[in-house]
């Protein structure tokens, strides 16, 4: 099992990892091929026995301008004040490996290493309890709202402050 650096011809295989873990959250090939031109520093593919089975995006972004799910970005935005975690996915087979905290681990330090004052996510899924042991704490978020459920009802807006 390891983690690597992604590149244009893992796409496919992320499109349909991202099918089967995130089918109520669907987005377009075109968002993964932004994420990963736009940011391929925080573009990562795991291998399990030589198989693509789980994959993450993240990039320098503004906190609390969330991206609405399935849209463009166009640009990262000058003075971005923290690190995103745009979509951590897992195959049924990854879970329970340590694949997801050695990753969020090297996103962490990747993050802190380029000056960031924090790292923030939409938590959705079930997935507080996951972000929580790693550091992140839900924020208030009111002017958010209509946003947040626009991902789900549960979605919650997470920092991890460094």
Known sequence: MHW????????????????????????????????????????????????????????PWRFGALPALNSLLGVLPDHADTYYLHDLALLPAARGTGAAAMIVGDILRHARAEGFPNASLVAVNGSLPFWYKHGFRTVPAPELAEKLESYEDAARLMVKRF
């Open 4 to 59: 690597r650096a992604m590149t244009t011809l893992d796409l496919p295989a992320i499109e349909a990892i991202a099918a089967l873990v995130h089918p109520a959250f669907p987005e377009d090939m075109d968002v993964f091929v932004e994420r990963l031109r736009l940011y391929p520093d925080g573009a990562r593919l795991l291998e399990l026995d030589g198989l693509p089975s789980g994959y993450i995006f993240s990039h």
